[in-house]
């Protein structure tokens, strides 16, 4: 039976034979199995892509008997958390974050407490993935190999340990919020303070503005403690401020020495963390002994890896109201068309889910799913269509859908974001322009809600979330792990390396449930 290679992936899959298969079958799988590879090889958008990166540049032989051990190792220590004990000498103390139990009350009628031991072990994990696909061809299938064998990924459970690598005396803290705006920063933030204080850390700072408070002279410093930052998740925003652009990592690293941070907490996306490894990696040249940790923020859901990012919930949420609106005015005006424009740089969650939500959409587009407007099949057609068939009609478009459509300016901004062409006004003009040369009538009603989802406060979802991974980053710290964020897999709360869940930005996959449950829901065709 002949060989066949696989590639593609980055690593090169051998396979020497395949039982029970014609060659012909093996052609047939072959191909298909290719197929799905290169659909998903385009974007970074799946875990198998992240899983195959964990192979790259070497070669699996599936008809090794320990193939899945070899993975699994090799899994392991890509996931393997940096840890101060990495370049650094040093011993850990008994911790001082202590869960108490009440037990009973003492003859002199004080309560007697008794210490359980809720702590988390270091070689705990959480499964990363839950589904076993029985064939690479299942929807939104996610394999390994080529018979999608059933293959246990892990990863490291959060939360307290009974060693620490910290005297709470000693420590200075900080936390930096940094890139867009989100729901829940400041939940986060008092988190981080009331659980560094219960470690007994009196030492709290805020970095005001993002990564250029470190280095703007004119921005001070805020010292936080349970009491300055008791009541400010009733409100949005961030109570540090935040900032794109900023500073030179070195400088940062400088005012990190210069102000003797010990702990350094940072909030923010994908480009917060690349600068966030940035830091922990000159941090470790310089061989400083401080953790650094970060907690994903962001609206737009684009971190690899974990169910969610916190603020995204509640962004739908808001978004969902744009488009109930958009749907009211739409639905009351003669022939009328409702035009909402998401945020959503790359990808399209919240425009996907906020469609899926609001169940008022006719037509989604995003980021991740090319659509044609003129045609047969374009989305002008569709929509004469729709108002002929409704009399009006809801369309949903990510801020970074069919940018190939618009004239690009090659702008970017102060993180070095390409700056996009305005897809909404874009469909709006064109909708008119449309509509007005078939002699036809069209009253469209344009929402722009950009800046409202997230300048809210965080919803209750988002506020257990931000809860949990505001005490999980202190944890994070304690345990003298750095350079690692925290996340949630698969409802349970993990870390993870920076590196791994920066790689590229997570993007909504076109072959998965739930794009095709948003396409059952709208009713929309391919536009292609
Ligand atoms: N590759 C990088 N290395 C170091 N710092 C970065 C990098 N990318 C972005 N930053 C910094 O991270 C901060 C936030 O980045 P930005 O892309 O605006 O938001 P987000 O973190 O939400 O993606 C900015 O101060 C920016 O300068
Ligand atoms: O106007 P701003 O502040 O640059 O924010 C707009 C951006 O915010 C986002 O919603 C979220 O971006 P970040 O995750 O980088 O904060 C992008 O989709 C959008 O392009
Ligand atoms: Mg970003």
């Known amino acids: 039976m002949a060989n066949y290679t696989l590639q593609g992936l980055g690593p090169t899959y051998v396979k020497k034979n395949k039982p029970h298969s014609s060659d012909n079958d093996l052609i047939k799988f072959n191909t298909s199995w290719r197929s799905i590879v290169h659909r998903k090889k385009k974007r970074c958008r799946s875990l198998l892509m992240k899983i195959n990166a ?41 911790t001082t974050f202590f869960l108490k139990n009440r037990v009973g009350r003492l003859a002199d009628g004080i309560d007697s407490l008794e210490e359980k031991s809720n ?67 400041n939940d986060v933030i008092r988190q981080i303070v009331f659980t560094l204080e219960v470690y007994g850390v009196k030492n709290i700072i805020g970095i005001p503005f993002g990564y250029r408070g470190f280095v703007d002279e004119e921005l001070l410093e ?134 899926l939500s609001s169940g008022q959409t006719d037509i989604c587009l995003i980021p991740e799913v090319p659509f044609n407007l003129e045609g047969q099949y374009g989305v002008l057609k569709y929509l004469e269509k729709l108002m002929q068939k409704k009399g009006s009609a809801v369309i949903c478009v990510a801020e970074g859908a069919g940018q190939e459509l618009l004239q690009r300016s090659n702008a970017i901004d102060a993180s070095g974001n390409a700056v996009l062409a305005d897809i909404g006004v874009y469909l709006q003009q064109k909708i008119k322009n449309h509509f007005k040369d078939i002699g036809d009538h069209a009253d469209i009603k344009y929402i722009d809600p950009t800046y409202m989802i997230r300048a809210v406060r965080a919803n209750a979802s988002d506020a257990i979330l931000c809860t949990v991974l505001g005490q999980n980053a202190v944890h994070g710290a304690f345990a003298g792990f750095s350079g690692i964020t925290v996340g949630i897999c698969n409802t349970h709360y993990v870390y993870l390396p920076i590196s791994e869940v920066i790689e590229c930005p997570r993007l909504v996959d076109p072959d998965s449930r739930m794009w095709h449950r948003c396409l059952t829901s709208t009713g929309q065709p391919d536009f292609i």
């Open 54 to 94: 964990v192979v790259n540049d070497s070669t699996f032989d599936f008809e090794d008997s320990d193939w899945k051990i070899h993975y699994q190792d090799q899994f392991e220590e890509r996931m393997r958390l940096p840890h101060l004990n990495d370049n650094l000498n040093v011993t850990p103390r008994q």
């Open 119 to 185: 702590y988390v072990d270091d070689n705990d994990r959480a499964l990363l993935r839950v589904i076993k696909f029985s064939s690479p061809t299942s929807a939104g299938a996610e394999c390994i190999d080529p018979y999608c064998n059933w293959v246990e990924l892990w990863v490291h459970r959060a939360g307290p340990r009974k060693q620490i690598y910290f005297e709470p005396d000693s420590v200075k803290a900080a936390i930096v919020t940094c890139g867009g705006l989100c729901p829940g920063l």
């Open 222 to 355: 805020m010292p936080l403690s349970r009491d300055v930052v008791q009541n400010i998740n009733l409100a949005g925003g961030s109570l540090l401020g935040v900032s794109r652009g900023g500073a030179d990592v070195n400088d940062i690293v400088d005012r990190i020495q210069a102000k003797q941070i010990s702990m350094l907490f940072i909030l923010g996306g994908n480009g917060t963390h690349a600068g966030g490894k940035a830091l922990h990696e000159e941090c470790q040249r310089r061989r400083m002994k401080i953790s650094i940790i970060c907690v994903p923020k962001t609206i737009d859901n684009d971190i690899l890896l974990m169910d969610k990012t916190f603020g995204f919930d509640t962004a739908v949420e808001e978004a969902q109201k744009a488009i109930n609106s958009a749907y009211i005015e739409a639905h009351s005006a003669y022939k009328g068309i409702g035009l909402v424009k998401l945020m959503g740089r790359s990808s399209g969650f919240i425009a996907m889910h906020a469609s």
